[in-house]
C-alpha cells in the first residue's frame, strides 16, 4: 500500500487563514495579539527559526516584536525584561528562543514567564495542567502533530500509540496529548529493549529522536499513521527526517515528509497559541 501523505505545510496555511480572521474579530474588540520574542543567543538556527515567527505573525496580523539581548546581558537583566513584558498588556505571549547564552539560566528565565503568556507551552505550571488534563497552552511542536492526525482523520480513540523519543518539548507532551485522546500510549527511549517489538504493535508511531531515517520499514504495522517529527542536517546540506520516508510510505496508512510536515506546523501551533492567549486577556 500507499501512505497517504500528511501536508504540514498545506495545514498551516489552512490554520493561518483561519487565525486571520480570529484575529481580525479580535482587533474589533479592541484585543490585537502581541507576540514577543526574546533572543538571548547566538545560536545561528536561532535567527532563521526568530525571523520566521516574525513573517508568520505578520501574516495573520499579529503584532510581534523580537528583543535581541547582547552577549553581555546578565541574568538580572534578562529576568526585568520578561518583567516587563508579563506587565504589558499589549503583549499575549512570551517566548524566549532557546539555546540562550551559557552564562544565563535558563530554567529561571523559563518560570518567570507568566504561565498564562507562556506560548511555548514549557513552563512547569503548563507542563502540569496537561499531566492533569487541565487546559493550558501546549508545547507547539506535538500540539501541531495532534492537529496533523485530527485533519488526517486518523482514528485515535481505543488506538495503540508509541512514541520514539521522551524529551520535556516532544516526547513527553505528545504521550499526554496521545492519552487525553483516549490512545494506549507506551513511551519508548534510548534504553527501551528490542524497539521494533514495540513500534510495530503502533497504530500511531510518533518518531522524535534526532537520529537520519531511524525508523525503518520494519518497525512499522502495515497501515499505521507515522509522524515524524525529526530534523537531520545530513553531510550534503539536505534536511531529512527520523523516519526512512521512501520505504516507510509503501507500508505506513499516512505519513508526514520531513521538511513540510511536522515543521510548518510548530510555528502555526505558536500562532494558534497567541492568538488563545490574547482571547483569554479579553475575558480576564
Ligand atoms: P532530544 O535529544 O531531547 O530527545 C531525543 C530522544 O530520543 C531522547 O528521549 C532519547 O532517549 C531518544 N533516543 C535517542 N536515541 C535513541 C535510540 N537509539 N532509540 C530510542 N530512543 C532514542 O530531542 P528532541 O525531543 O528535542 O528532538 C527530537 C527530534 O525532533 C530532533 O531531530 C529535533 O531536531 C526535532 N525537533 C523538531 C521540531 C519541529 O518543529 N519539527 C521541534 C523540536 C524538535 P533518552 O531519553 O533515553 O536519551
Known amino acids: 500500500m500507499s501512505a497517504n501523505l500528511i501536508d504540514g505545510k498545506q495545514a498551516a496555511k489552512e490554520i493561518r487563514i483561519g487565525l486571520r480572521k480570529e484575529v481580525a474579530a479580535l482587533k474589533e474588540k479592541g484585543v490585537a495579539p502581541g507576540l514577543a520574542v526574546i533572543l538571548a543567543g547566538s545560536d545561528p538556527a536561532s535567527q532563521i527559526y526568530v525571523a520566521n515567527k516574525e513573517k508568520a505573525c505578520e501574516k495573520v496580523g499579529i503584532a510581534s516584536q523580537t528583543i535581541r539581548m547582547p552577549e553581555t546581558v546578565t541574568q538580572a537583566e534578562l529576568l526585568a525584561e520578561i518583567e516587563r513584558l508579563n506587565t504589558d498588556p499589549a503583549i499575549h505571549g512570551i517566548l524566549l528562543q532557546l539555546p540562550i547564552y551559557k552564562h544565563l539560566n535558563e530554567r529561571e528565565a523559563l518560570l518567570a514567564i507568566r504561565p498564562e503568556k507562556d506560548v511555548d507551552g514549557f513552563h512547569p505550571i503548563n507542563a502540569g495542567k496537561l499531566f492533569l488534563g487541565e487546559k493550558a497552552p501546549v508545547a507547539c511542536t506535538p500540539a501541531g502533530c495532534m492537529e496533523l492526525l485530527r485533519r488526517a482523520g486518523v482514528p485515535l480513540s481505543g488506538k495503540r500509540a508509541v512514541v520514539i523519543g521522551r524529551s520535556n518539548i516532544v516526547g513527553k507532551p505528545m504521550s499526554m496529548l496521545l492519552l487525553a485522546a483516549n490512545c494506549t500510549v507506551t513511551m519508548c527511549h534510548s534504553r527501551t529493549v528490542d524497539l521494533p517489538s514495540v513500534t510495530r504493535e503502533a497504530d500511531i508511531l510518533v518518531a522524535a529522536i534526532g537520529r537520519p531515517r531511524f525508523v525503518t520499514a520494519d518497525m512499522v504495522k502495515e497501515g499505521a499513521a507515522v509522524i515524524d517529527v525529526g530534523i537531520n542536517r545530513l ?20 505519513i508526514t515528509p520531513v521538511p513540510g510536515g511536522v515543521g510548518p506546523m510548530t510555528i502555526a501551533m505558536l500562532l494558534v497559541n497567541t492568538v488563545e492567549a490574547a482571547k483569554a486577556a479579553l475575558n480576564a
Open 235 to 254: 553531510e550534503d546540506g539536505s534536511i531529512c527526517g527520523d523516519v526512512d520516508y521512501d520505504a516507510v510510505a509503501g507500508k505506513a496508512g499516512w
